[in-house]
């Protein structure tokens, strides 16, 4: 087989000029010698009287060389015409029979070029815009699933809450209702009492009365008959009580879920997905040199720290490899481990030059974290194993969860301990593993036996050895000291919250991310609110991720964009 310019140039580092033994750089290409050409051979060429009218361009500009193929019918002749009449390729033997004399021709060669490069044109706009126009479309399309789970597991959430509304409102109207049959239930029974007594006085009286008829019977004759006639009363009459009836309410089941309200789509057009023009060109973003100056600048840290009186942004970063931040580990270096939801996971320099990108199974999880010794650690739920990368970037499986799926992960600066958050089926907890990966505590229910996790989705310590979680669906942060024992839960400060990212720093502050209501909440060590410490009027949009490194620099991450901010909040 034949080997073209281009595969002969493969290896080189320019095209070599097709010249005798000329090596200098081949950018023009003769479309008659089908040979790439330096400039001084091009030069050379023109000279001589044949070649004066050869074509000689640049050579991304050339003609694509006619592929050899021979004619069926006089196979020593190569087919290099093209018969407009019977829209036949010919070869020379072929045009100059009667069965074309007349026809008009033309040059193959140029037939193909033209096709070439029309098809090569396609097939470019195939690699370099419609297939990566495709793959934005897909992560729109992502990115509206994971948007569509948030708001129907909100809706699921609020047609419990006002479910469980409403039996607590049925509980009350029937434990009055219960009462009331008390109430009267002691009434009726009173009055029945009544007309016992009325009775029992009536046989008090009969009994009186026939001690008198014994005396008079017992009496002379004469007395007998001298004596009045005793007349008995009446017995007294009294009535039988009516019995309550109870009526049952008249409602069913269309009435129950008129109450609790539905769940629709509203009718409006939906809006269509931005599609790039062809003709647009997408650049990378890029660090001004403000960003960079100040990205060397190192803090200051004073003996005390407090509380800033404002927070001050520092830099940011704009992390190659990923489509949004969802969790951010900082190491004792300085450098910056990033997770989007789509499993790319990525570490930079404090430049924002990409170091190193592996994917993973994760997604929008605080899956990975940081360790003492300025490795990393990440989770793979497919897998339910544990990996670590060591400083040298090697990778290692660290250990197994068997049955459960390891969802978050923090390495404690304490001791080195390993905190996973896991889930299986509709189970959860945190287990504790040492550095040599050997599990050490399980931490599941509470101490009057309830379930502590729904969905541990961001786990980390504090400086006390509490361990604080974010848990997605219990929509709280929840945290429980070093032996496991709940000390309180975090619920926001209004009827929405969505806990995500979540850290603690040197002060024992425990920061979260509230992805309903786009803030960074800062709570004390004992889960009191003191302030909103980051809202859109710092330009946060949707935070997801954070962390703080070892100078209290704090590093917030957030979807829809692969950009994380870096601000100052401890003096």
Known sequence: MATTSDEQAAGQHYLVCGIQDCQRNGQFYCNDCHQPMCEQCKDEHRKSPNNKNHDIVLYRQRKHRLPTEKCKLHPTKNVDI???????????????????????????????????????GEFSKIQKYFLPTLEDLKTDIKEDVKEIKKIMESIRTSMKAEAESLKNLVDEVTSEKIECTHTMEKSLIQMLKSQETTYNDFITYLGKMSDKFQEYLSTTKQKLLSSEILKIQS??????????????????RDDVAKLLGRVNVPNTEPERRKVQPMEAVSTPMKFTEKQLEQSKEKSDMKPTLSLSSSVTKVREYSVPGVNNAFHVSADKSGRLWVSDNNGNLVQTDLQGNLLQKIQTSGG??????????????????????????????????????????????????????????????RRAKVTRYNKAGKEIQNIQRDNQGQELYDYPHYITENINGDICTSDFNNRAVVVVNKSGKHRFSY??????????GICTDVLGHILVCDGINYTVHLLDQDGEFLSVILSKQQGINDPCGVCVDDENNLYVGQDYTNTVTVYKYLE
């Open 82 to 120: 093209f018969c407009k009449e019977c829209k036949t390729p010919l070869c020379l033997k072929c045009f100059l029979t009667e069965d074309h004399k007349g026809h008009e021709f033309d040059d193959l060669e140029e037939i193909y070029a033209k096709k070439y490069a029309v098809w090569q």
């Open 235 to 252: 017995i007294p009459e009294t009535s039988k009580l009516v019995p309550p009836v109870f009526t049952a309410g008249q409602f069913n």
């Open 364 to 425: 929008s999880d605080g899956y990975h974290t940081a360790t003492q010794d300025g490795g990393l650690i990440y989770t793979d739920r497919d897998k339910k194993k544990i990996y670590r990368i060591t400083p040298d970037r090697k990778i290692s499986e660290f250990l197994k969860t068997g049955d459960w799926e390891p969802v978050s992960v923090h390495s404690s600066r304490i001791n080195g301990d390993i905190l996973v958050g896991m889930k299986k089926d």
């Open 491 to 500: 619920t926001g400060q209004g009827s929405w919250f969505r806990p995500y």
